[in-house]
């Protein structure tokens, strides 16, 4: 009998009995064996070898040089094939999402849209553009989502607290965040170059906010969004643990600041490689997933609030392009949180954990060694 976990993945039973030993992704030196631990967290037949995705979900915790790892999720053609959690942690801890929760704003606007509140084309709704010859009033919903507005940003500096991003989430911009990322001037022809910004996707959470209240009290800006991001994307997708952090001015902090447990980060990522199908329900429409998954013009290897296993206009990876389909997406946090979701090989994998910006080169190729694993269909 296949039991059914509560999120509704399916899982094989594990089977007491170890097939033989079978070497990882490539040519191999000859290893030891696994540890029970490590075995354990595959169930008995997950698709490819056991021992190979056991020996490439385990170097993820225990190889050096990859940071913490504290999650790691498999779900292959539905069904979830391996999860393992580091001590500390487990299927009720809730992990922030960091960057992944801009991928979460993103499907909140894609649903204002197909409910005619938002058009995709349209100048962005932000009074303080709209004043006569202000030019960024140009600036686009669908830019604003490919991160190509225009607007001055800095995301990451040294020191740390230089940058817009950390001005914005903690210093002088923390109790109006969207005033802040909405105040900075046009530096570019929108639509013209490509900067990754998270102050970009607090503008569009205020943008979704504005799109259903007017108001500017913050208590019911907040409850406004709240329950439309519950009613429409949560309850429907059974996520359970999915909760947002507001700052003062009742603004969601779509940009960084949602968190969900590992199987719940997980259920999203299903729900994505569905094409924004849950249950047999259509939730948010097809075209909508496609857009989001579909090269922005100025950045191959992103899309809207989505990046692409495509070649990075900056010449920084973030993917692994050549060790997976070009179909691949992911949603990317801060050091280093991935939901992976390869439509062609009906594949999501989950990682969540700390690791440095130079550990993370090392974590996306354990990925890639997870994912090559699994054949295209």
């Not at 190889?63 to 500390?88: C, D, I, N, W």
């Not at 960084?256 to 849950?278: C, H, K, N, P, V």
Request: aromatic residues 6%.
């Amino acid at each position: 009998m296949v039991p059914r976990l509560p999120f509704g993945f399916r899982l094989i039973a594990p089977l007491a009995l170890l097939p033989a030993l079978i070497g990882c992704h490539g040519a191999q030196p000859a290893q030891g064996p696994l540890s029970a631990e490590a075995l354990g967290a595959v169930v008995a037949h997950p698709g490819p070898s056991r021992q190979a995705l056991a020996r490439a979900v385990d170097a993820l915790f225990t190889e050096k040089g990859l940071g913490e790892t504290r999650a790691l999720l498999v779900v292959s053609k539905g069904q979830l094939v391996a999860e393992r959690y580091a001590p500390g942690f487990g299927k009720d801890t809730r992990f922030i999402g960091w960057s992944m929760s801009k991928t979460v704003t993103g499907l909140l606007i894609g649903m204002l849209v197909s409910d005619g509140q938002l058009r995709l084309d349209m100048g962005a709704p932000i009074p303080a553009w709209q004043r006569p010859g202000d030019p960024r009033g140009e600036i686009t919903l669908r830019q604003l989502l490919q991160m190509r507005s225009g607007l001055a940003h800095v995301e990451n500096s040294d020191p740390p607290q230089l940058a817009d991003t950390a001005r914005m989430l903690f210093l002088d911009g923390r109790d109006n965040m969207a005033a802040y990322a909405e105040s900075q001037p046009l530096v570019a022809e929108p639509g013209k170059r490509w900067v990754y910004s998270t102050a970009t996707s607090v503008i569009l959470a205020d943008i979704a906010t504005r799109a259903l209240t007017d108001s500017a009290d913050a208590a019911l800006r907040r409850r406004v969004l709240d329950e439309y991001f519950h009613t429409r994307l949560t309850q429907p997708l059974g996520l359970k643990s999915m909760v947002a952090e507001y700052d003062a001015a009742g603004t969601m902090l779509g940009g960084s600041m949602i968190y969900a447990t590992a199987r719940d980060w997980g259920r999203l990522g299903e729900f994505l490689r569905q094409g924004g199908r849950a249950s047999g329900t259509q939730v948010v429409p097809v075209d909508w997933i496609r857009f989001m998954t579909e090269p922005s013009p100025a950045n191959p290897g992103y899309g809207g609030q989505l990046w692409i296993n495509r070649p990075q206009s900056t010449g920084k990876e973030e993917l692994f392009p050549g060790r997976a389909p070009a179909s691949l997406f992911a949603l990317i946090g801060h050091l280093g949180q991935y939901v992976l979701v390869s439509p062609d090989q009906q594949l999501v994998v989950v990682r969540l954990g700390k690791s440095t910006e130079e550990e993370r080169v090392a974590v996306r190729d354990r990925l890639a060694d997870i994912v090559e694993l699994f054949p295209a269909r």
